[in-house]
């Protein structure tokens, strides 16, 4: 009798574990990145505590195309010397993942801090903003118009990154009606809302690596 109320207890307790194990599984899962454009992001800088803009473009892209005065760098991927053709234009590729991002983040930020992820039209960003959410960072924020705002068309951005169809087909139409500048950014994002930035680089905020002198 006592080996079967036992038994019973252990199987109750067994049940109640798998259910909090679940739940808990259920909870991490539905912790997603927010997305805000640029505009909100701007606010958030000037109102709420503790909020930080990460721009995760490639030091060239800081540098030469301009950023946030105020923009943290840490690059999601780094520039590449590889030349290649993509789709139809050619280009020098980004695609070396930066195996350190989380590690240097975690090294200035802390993970109950508002992070507001920036790239160039909201790609490279939205890829970042999750890996931070699987790091344990509570609150991210992917700003999916970017710094300089998606390809033409820009009415729907989160539409036209999910059906890659429409969007060539808007630009096919586009390039066939000779649309002047239709192929340039800066239709959306944080140039277009007339956000400041600079292409001044203060030290406080460049990747924290470049500040350390190569050993010899």
Known sequence: MKNKKALLICFVALIIGIYFLLSSSSLAQEIKPKTILSIEAYDMLNTVPDTYLIDVRTRAEYQFVGHPGN???????????????????????????????????????KKTDNLLIICRDGTRSSLAAVELVQAGFKNIYNVEDGFEGPEFPSFNISLMMQDTDRHKYYRQLAKRNKIQGFDQRRRYGWQWWGLPWTYQIDPKYIYPPDLTPPKK
């Not at 999601?76 to 020098?92: D, P």
């Not at 980004?94 to 090294?107: P, R, S, T």
């Open 71 to 109: 923009a943290y760098l840490f690059p999601y991927c780094f520039m590449t010397t590889e030349f290649g053709k993509n789709e139809e234009i050619y280009v020098y590729r980004y695609n070396v993942k930066n195996k350190a991002f989380i590690q240097e983040i975690l090294k200035l930020f």
